[in-house]
């Protein structure tokens, strides 16, 4: 049987809290049944919760605060005051080493603020990003960083991408998975400084991935690599535009699907084989990104995210936990400073 | 009668050029009637296409040239050795003051480059910008920069934004359009120093637009704002990003409708009232990106266009030529400057 894995969940973040917290820990627990929880958050609101679900009761300890950060609570605020409340203990949990990751659909800020903080960064990497799957036409990639840096280095840039090989390693279990990094063109003259230098720095590294160079906007969707690495401000935008299209063009399709009587007709025909597609764009079959470079394994959920939503955050912190995530990014960015210091010193040769 | 509109054509440009340039200059023809054209290139391709369409018979004088402009050319061999090319007179024809504008669905950078050193900027115009209609969700939207500079200041964004403004009253008939800046957050700590200063100048302005603040990527195609303002990487990366997404939803949901016997019976009856929903997301008919701020009106249609789509586009030249965008923008950025001076004198007194 495999060891178990116990992951802390913030159960009092996020617009639907606790009640989809406790819901997906529950469809979390029935794909994985090695799964232990801390649930930290308000006891009264709580138990009834967790009393509904039996597959829960010999899988979780549920420990008491009233304390919670609000979706207004600024950063500063959150650090200042917010160590005892159900995310700050959620995180301390991981800290401590008493839990393995921690899942919270609460305030990002707050929680990105918190965890930098608490969790402190890897050794060899400067900054944390946030990484998250997004759905593709051939399946899904990994793309960071998706707003936790609105301006980054070239050297923040080559940490994402060794950091985005280890996700897509590991959660999607590809061997060598093609990375590119977002830029407005494809030629090596196209783009900003910042991009071109790390276009230059990664062309030269033979850790395991295969960088492709620069990818375009529509590559995303298009799935033309595993992982795309940008600034947090791009990547952000992109995010979103992604989310804004799928909504703009969903929201159009059921009109369209409505607006006769033959497309209703029509509608109950293709019902079915529009599930598929539907499930395939579900934000909450995608939900979870993660903080990546961190030494603790931390997961955002969509704060809107459904109780099967969050199942899927919880998903991906088992994934990250089981297959050491940690181990993998911390062996790669040895090799690269490794080859890093090799070529500065055959270049002062 | 309305004036004849005289407006000049490289109809080498493109992938399928000229073809789908003299298709597309008959299909404008018979959405304008006021329209003329100027068309350059080599009178051999061309001359029996033009003979096909017999509106176009009395609007058109055909001006050969051998030389074209290729889509590997970079930007400095086009301006070193394209003035004579079918892009390059087609330029030269709207500086002359013979046509009102130019389409071109020729290699973007060099059609950006000559054009900005053969029709200069607009006085108070530091940066030309890339902007183009998008659909969303309510209709369509405006957005700029859309790839024509890389890194800008918060000057270049307010400029943009003025020039935006009067793009979407000129275009979309709008009197008084909404105006957002694309960041990662709505609130006003959110962003980098650049969108932040250009928001805190917008939001003094007493132009004909209503500065709503800070937008994010869902509100593109939410239809959020009338006006998209952003630097010219982020905003190729979204335009592009919507691109992708669109094309991957329409492809899978092509598959979803042929994946079985039933949705294949479902798709006759739905298959009608599908179309508005393709021919809103089509991107022939967003067709036609302006240069935004250069002494004379430049569109850009894609270089993959149908004839359909190059009509679009010669439509986006014609409503801008025929609605004075010029004397526009040049009011819009007076009352600006006043403005700023009045601002600067009231902080120095």
Request: proline residues 3%.
């Amino acid at each position: 049987m495999a060891r178990e894995l116990i992951i802390s969940l913030d159960a009092m973040g996020g617009d639907n809290a606790p009640d989809i917290v406790i819901e997906g820990a529950n469809i979390a627990r029935e794909r994985y049944p090695n799964l232990h929880f801390l649930i930290y958050g308000n006891k009264t609101e709580i138990a009834p919760l967790i009393s509904k679900y039996p597959l829960l009761a010999d899988c979780h300890e549920l420990r008491h605060t009233e304390k919670t950060i609000s979706a207004g609570d600024k950063p500063g605020q959150a650090l200042r005051r917010g160590r005892d409340s159900s995310m700050g203990l959620a995180l301390q949990s991981v800290n401590d080493g008493e839990a393995c990751a921690a899942v919270s659909a609460g305030n990002t800020g707050a929680l990105m603020a918190m965890a930098k903080f608490m969790l402190r960064t890897m050794p060899g990497i400067d900054r944390p990003a946030l990484a998250s799957l997004l759905p593709t036409s051939r399946g899904e990639c990994v793309a960071l960083d998706l707003g936790a840096n609105v301006e980054c280095t070239e050297k923040n840039l080559v940490q994402f991408a060794v950091m985005g090989a280890a996700f897509a390693r590991t959660v999607l279990g590809l061997k060598k998975p093609t990375v590119g990094l977002l830029n407005v063109g494809v030629e090596e003259l196209k783009g900003n400084d910042v991009v071109k230098k790390a276009d230059r720095i990664l062309r030269e590294t033979s850790l395991p991935m295969e960088f492709v160079g620069f990818t375009e906007g529509d590559g995303l969707a298009g799935g033309e690599v595993d992982v795309v690495v940008t600034d947090g401000f791009t990547g952000n935008v992109a995010l979103k535009t992604t989310e804004g299209t799928a909504r703009m063009i969903s929201n159009l399709l059921s009109d369209a699907l409505r607006d006769s009587i033959w497309s209703k007709i029509g509608y109950l025909f293709v019902r079915s084989s529009l599930k598929g597609l539907k499930d395939h764009l579900d934000p909450n079959n995608h939900n979870g990104a993660v903080f990546m470079g961190l030494s603790g394994i931390v997961v955002k959920s969509h704060g809107s995210a459904s109780g099967a939503g969050f199942a899927s955050a919880i998903g991906v912190a088992a994934d990250m936990s089981a297959n050491d995530l940690f181990g993998k990014i911390a062996a790669d960015l040895k090799s690269f400073e490794e080859e890093q210091t090799g070529v500065s010193q055959e270049k002062a040769s």
